[in-house]
């Protein structure tokens, strides 16, 4: 598994500034296997099947650590 490039540019530029960042990322294709391509019909599923879903534990998490007054923080190197 990777992170995309996208994703990791957020990471390094909150990181950078200091900025708490997270991400939950819905994975829905593995381009390395002819099976695993997206295509419009497969997309289609993973959205029908996963993101209400998706979206609930990203809520449910962002909740949690805010009822728990839970901060995130940088690690340094």
Do not use: C, W
């Amino acid at each position: 598994m990777a992170i995309d490039m996208e994703t990791a540019t957020i990471f390094s530029v909150g990181f950078y500034n200091k900025i708490p960042t997270g991400a939950l990322l819905l994975v829905s294709d593995q381009p390395m296997i002819p099976e695993g391509v997206k295509t419009e019909d497969s997309d289609k599923k993973v959205t029908k099947d996963y993101v209400e879903r998706h979206l609930k534990v990203g809520i449910e998490s962002l909740n949690n650590l805010i009822n728990n007054h839970i901060t995130v923080k940088h690690l340094l190197f």
